[in-house]
């Protein structure tokens, strides 16, 4: 659920032990109970292995797992751990850790605070057969299997029991992980020191002596910090890559590089017709003709973007490469018309109540170019009053799950199942008895409870497509541009590339081959 890079390998040549120096934004907890944003899964997946993982041509193979068999024509799973695994406490890694995990996962106080795992916390049944045994049980077969085990990431059963208030336990900075990497002193939600753990019998070993992970949100002069050797590698604005891009700065120091990320910027809509007039599907639509893409079309030429099309990215099998028409501000204006609404004495509309088309909108962009406010400006001009408010990017998050406000503007990050986003549109809810937009939809509550069931992959595919054009129909979300990463790394960093799916999780920073060459 938000932004990313995904990296798979990198060469350095700084010299010494040193530890990596990787610029990120802030993450919120380093406990795999409690996830809720991109930034957390990345620090836990030096720490913590999956029970299956990716390989670099996006195929599912075996981490904590030594194999995995389905029986039962789809309805029982048998799980087998490696042998001779331990945390990195030295406990052995046991299949009551799996059913420990799954239990957790479960509780209110734990899908409260990450509610991200949809798939695992699903699962019918989840017992141990003996110490390297697991016995997943299921109602019905599952199409979403691999990824619900990709998605499962166990912890030790004598250390991670939940309290009442999950997010204040000790574990959250101090994990005890089975990854190849290990804490090396307190960790914040700003700076983790992290060391190689020697006793690692996995997998994906570390490949250097020590990572730091840093916050780089409030860094203002991030040339100088390469300079100094504070990063060597980092996330960046779209002005700064562009300016190293183009030789304005960073010459003889970084250089900048790009990669598709499945993630999208959009507007999500409150479709609660309790809480928000934008619950009239005739005034998101009216919207959705505001959106400023010759503006999004032209800032292409200098950060990279890709206008989107439909819900889910090119990254992703359920993507729809449907053409669809462009937004046209004259069609607003007729579908305002014609639901009722009326330009009244001061040039905004109202309805037949005279209530006035005034709505709330909530995004963390600074400045006044924003896509935000370039539609409150569209809008404007048609009798549609958007009052724009800048407040900090977590707390646009919680405005949507509270459902307060009538749109919200920010980032989503697509998993490799599209059945890892149902939340976003079903009563599952992320953090809320119903989705951050109030959208309650009884036929995308069934086809995603069907592709959930669904084994055949190209029926699968057709499941989730028809999800897309109803989402293009109602317009819960109205999706702008499909992300891409900017980030820039040191002159004599080698050999970077990413992940082709557009996944962030489990590929960077380390476990796969960076290192700093003496």
């Known amino acids: 659920m938000r932004w990313l890079p995904c990296i798979l390998s990198l060469c350095l040549s700084l010299g010494g032990q040193e530890p990596l120096r990787i610029g990120v934004d802030s993450w919120t907890t380093l406990n795999p109970l409690l996830l809720a944003q991109d930034t ?17 041509q996006g195929e599912f193979i075996p981490e904590l797992l030594e194999s995995w068999t389905v029986l039962s024509g789809g309805r029982e799973v048998v799980l087998k751990l490696r042998p001779g695994l331990t945390w990195q406490d030295g406990h052995p890694i046991e299949a009551e850790d799996l059913v420990f995990t799954w239990k957790m996962l479960r509780l209110p106080q734990v899908r409260r605070v990450g509610d991200t795992t949809p798939g695992v916390v699903s699962l019918d049944s989840l017992v141990a057969e003996g110490p390297l045994q697991a016995r997943i049980r299921l109602n019905k077969p599952r199409g979403t299997l691999l990824s619900d085990l990709y998605n499962f990431i166990p912890v030790p059963r004598h250390l991670y029991q939940v309290g009442a208030d999950p997010t204040k336990a000790p574990v959250n900075f101090m994990p005890v992980g089975s990854g190849p990497y ?9 700076r983790a020191l992290l060391e190689r753990w020697d006793g690692y019998r996995g997998v994906h070993p570390g490949t250097w002596p020590s990572i730091e992970l840093k916050d780089m949100t409030s860094e203002t ?7 100094a050797g504070r990063v060597h590698f980092s996330l960046v604005g779209g002005l700064r890559y562009y300016l190293v891009r183009k030789g304005a700065t960073g010459a003889g120091v970084v250089q900048a590089a790009s990669t598709p990320l499945a993630s999208c910027v959009a ?25 400023p893409w010759q503006e999004l079309a032209r800032a292409r030429r200098f950060f990279p973007a890709r206008l989107a099309t439909s819900f889910w990215p090119p990254e992703s099998w359920a993507h729809d490469p449907t053409s669809r028409p462009l937004p046209q501000p004259e069609r607003a204006v007729e579908i305002l018309d014609q639901a009722g609404w009326k330009p009244g004495a001061d040039g905004i509309r109202v309805n037949a109540q005279g209530r006035r088309l005034e709505i709330v909108a909530y995004e963390n962009a600074p400045g006044s170019v924003s896509n935000l406010r370039k539609l409150a400006m569209a809008a404007l001009k048609v009798g549609f009053k958007i009052e724009v408010r800048q407040i900090p990017a977590d ?30 549109f079903t009563q599952e809810g992320y953090r809320t008895h119903a989705n951050v937009m109030g959208y309650l939809n009884p036929e995308v ?9 669904t084994l055949e992959p190209k029926a699968r595919q057709n499941i989730y497509r028809h999800i897309s054009e109803i989402i293009y129909r109602d317009k819960p979300i109205i999706p702008l541009t499909y992300t891409l990463n900017r980030a820039l790394f040191h002159r004599r960093l080698k050999g970077l590339s990413f992940n082709h799916l557009g996944q962030s999780y489990g590929f960077w920073p380390g476990r796969r081959g960076w290192k700093l060459e003496d």
């Open 267 to 291: 507007f999500f809509l409150n479709c609660d017709p309790r809480r928000s007039l934008l619950g009239e599907v005739a005034l998101r639509r009216a919207l959705a003709e505001l959106v």
């Open 395 to 424: 707390d646009v998050f919680k405005k949507a799950s509270d459902h307060e406000g009538d749109l919200w503007s920010y980032g989503w990050s697509f998993a490799l199942d599209p059945d890892v986003d149902s939340p976003l």
């Open 40 to 56: 957390d899964s990345e620090a836990v997946d030096l720490i913590f292995d999956r029970l299956v993982t990716l390989n670099a």
């Open 182 to 190: 290990r804490i090396k002193e307190q960790a914040t939600t700003k």
């Open 445 to 453: 509550e069934r086809l995603f409870l069907e592709g959930r069931h």
């Open 221 to 227: 002069r991030i040339i100088p910090a390469f300079e």
